[in-house]
């Protein structure tokens, strides 16, 4: 209970800074958002490169 909010509030507030940032970054244009999303997908990738300590795509178990 406790802890499932606690990582919907971060959600949620990191969300807000992250959307509000792209958004002032608006000139007419889709540039922003394009490069909101490409920087938003290089940190999440990284994020999941150091969580896995480098070994993308490799079985954790041994095949069965």
Do not use: D, K
């Not at 959600?11 to 509000?20: A, M, P």
């Not at 970054?25 to 889709?30: D, F, H, L, W």
């Not at 540039?31 to 150091?50: D, E, Q, W």
């Amino acid at each position: 209970g406790t802890a499932s909010s606690i990582l919907g509030f971060m959600q949620t507030f990191l969300g807000g800074i992250l959307g509000t940032l792209i958004g002032q970054a608006y000139n007419g244009t889709v540039t922003p958002l394009a490069a909101g999303f490409c920087s938003v997908s290089v940190a999440a990738l990284l994020m999941i490169l150091l969580a896995e300590r480098g070994r993308l795509f490799q079985p954790h178990n041994p095949p069965v």
